[in-house]
Each structure stands twice: as C-alpha cells, then as structure tokens.
C-alpha cells in the first residue's frame, strides 16, 4: 500500500514536459550525438592509426577473396579440359637426316664428339612427336584466365565518396556508446523516475548487442553473401565485375542494419518493464511478429538476393524469442523476490 501512495506521490510530483520541450530535450540529444560522432571521425583519420583505411580494405577483402575462388576455377576447369586434350592427340614419328641432325648439334654443342658429315649421309633418325591438333591448341590457348580480383570505379569521385561514407560509419560505430547513451537519454526524460534506472541498467547491454550484429555481419554475413552471389556467375560461366560503389554501399550498411536489430530482445524486454506490453501481448502476436520481421529484413537489406534477407531475419526471429524467454525468466524472478519469507 505504501509503495501505491509513493508511486502516487512520485506522479503527482513530477512537472509533465511539453511538447516543446520534447522537441528542445530531442534537439539537445541530437547535438550532443553528433559531437560524439564527429571526435569518433576524427579518430578513424588519425594518421598513425588510419582505422579507415583498413576497415575499407576489410570490407573489400570478402568481394576480392570471392572473385579470386571464381577466377581460379575457372582457371582449374581450363587447365583441365586443356590436359585431356593433350592426352588425347596422336603421336606420329619423325625423321630427319641425321648429317642434319648432327650439323644442328655441333652449333649448339661444339664440344661434343659427333661422327664425321660423310659417314652420317643417307642415314635418318626417328623419334616420337605429339601431335598438337587445332582444337587442342585452341584449348591451351583459351585456357589462360587472368585471376583478376580487382574492384571497378567508373566515376572520379566515387573512391573519394566511399572513402568518407566508411570513414563516417567507423566513426559511428567508435562512437556507438556515446550515441546510444544519449538515444536512451532522450527516453528516460520522458519516463518516471522508478523508470529510470532501466535506463541506466540496460545501456550496457545495449551497446553490447549493437556491437555484437556490426561484427557478426562485418566477419560473417558478408563473405557467405558474397560466395552465394558469385555461385549465379559460376554456374552461368559469366566473368563478374564488382563495382567499388555498389559492393561498398551494401557492405556499410548491412552491419548499422544488423547491429540495430539486435536491439530487439532488448526493446521488448523494456517495453513490458514500464508497462506497454506483456509477456503474453509478445507470444499471441508471434506470427504477426514474424511477417513483419521477414518484410523488414526484405526492405532494409541493400541488396536483392534471399541470402542476405534470410540472414537477417532469422537472427531476428531467434531474438524475439530470447526477448520472450527474458521477460518471462524477469518475471519469474520477480515473483520470487515479491514473497514473503518464511519464517522459521
């Protein structure tokens, strides 16, 4: 009864914020985001470091290591087909006159001690010869493929452009406890004050998850993205040209993408803490969960194959269960701290 009466109190004490002040408390956080944001730049252009510079060449390094597999097969395939070819010419003897034979060898080997011109006239000398046929040498010669694992740029500016967009995403992410500090800052002031230290319980975790999706996409997600798009051009036989832009846009935004929705457990377990929703509002609209989870992940994922659809929503969906499984394992905890003791 006590607690009622101070939760009461603790309401009625509270001033409301106005809209307005939304908006100013919204624009402060804002400010202070991008402050934290700019110094998170500044380091990853530290020259000694040059932390941009090798996460861009991180970020290539899956695009490039997929198109050097798919080149050297190629090369694998060819080289195959040429020695077959070769196995299956037919051998033919030569003859040549062997005072020929012997003239050639004094130029080359003088020091050798061959018999004399005149007792070598009207003898001949046989040996086997590989016939290279034309569709054997046509294979030979085709079967030179250029390991290229290069990415193209069409435009002058686009390296430059991509350069500052990796730049400022690493920025983002060395910042990332201080941006989400503030997100949760901007929360709490609209929450009472027995709301608050959920807040300041759940940044950690917070920061944890989001640094959590940006490393398992960075490491994992976008090699098996890449290997999965090249199998297309393997088995079509088409020779692939990434673009610098195109490869690079999809590679910075999928982690931000990821990072953001391993926020999920978290957001759930918030939202029923200070009264929205419930463990059972969470497992009665599971389906409706689930489809908007997938129709998420089609829209939010820069590129058009199933692959990189499908690795961010199924991560998803396991999260929203754990999200389930927590509220329901702090709700059972907290039924047992609310019973009273026994007495002996």
């Not at 050297?72 to 020695?83: I, L, P, R, S, V």
């Not at 000398?125 to 193209?152: C, E, H, W, Y």
């Amino acid at each position: 009864m006590n607690s009622d009466n101070d939760l009461f109190l603790e309401e009625q004490s509270m001033v409301s914020m106005s809209f307005g002040e939304h908006i100013e408390e919204l624009r402060l956080r804002m400010i202070l985001a991008l402050i934290g944001l700019f110094v998170g730049v500044l380091i990853v252009f530290i020259p000694p470091l040059d932390i941009g510079w090798r996460v861009m060449k991180n970020m290539e390094a899956p695009a490039k290591q997929a198109l050097e597999t798919f080149y050297k097969d190629e090369y694998d395939k060819k080289t195959k087909a040429a020695e077959e070819a070769k196995t299956e010419s037919p051998e033919l003897n030569a003859t040549i006159p062997a005072e020929a034979f012997a003239d050639e060898l004094r130029k080359i080997a003088p020091e050798l001690k061959l018999p004399e011109t005149e007792s070598l006239q009207g003898k001949t000398i046989s040996f086997p010869v590989k016939f290279l046929s034309a569709g054997m040498i046509r294979v030979v010669q085709n079967s030179t493929v250029p390991i290229d694992q290069s990415l193209v740029s069409l435009a002058p500016l686009e390296t430059m452009t991509i350069f500052f967009m990796v730049c400022v995403v690493s920025g983002l992410v060395i910042a990332s406890p201080w941006v989400f500090y503030q997100a949760w800052a901007f929360v709490a002031a609209g929450l009472y004050r027995h709301e608050r230290s959920y807040v300041t319980k759940y940044l950690p975790f917070s920061i944890g998850l989001f640094l959590a999706g940006v490393f398992l996409c960075f490491f994992l997600v976008l090699p098996l993205t890449m290997t999965f798009l090249l199998q297309f051009n393997v088995w079509l036989g088409v020779a692939p040209t990434l673009r610098l832009s195109e490869w690079m846009g999809f590679a910075t935004i999928l982690p931000l993408i990821f990072g953001l929705a391993f926020q999920t457990p978290l957001v759930m377990l918030f939202l029923e803490r200070i009264g929205v929703l419930t463990v059972d509002d969470f497992r009665a609209k599971r389906k409706i969960a689930i489809l908007v989870m997938a129709i998420a992940a089609a829209i939010l994922t820069p590129g058009q194959d199933p692959t990189s659809m499908l690795l961010l929503a199924c991560p998803m969906i396991v999260l929203y269960e754990v999200g389930i499984m927590m509220i329901g394992f702090n709700q059972r905890g907290s039924v047992a701290r609310s019973r009273p003791a026994a007495r002996p």
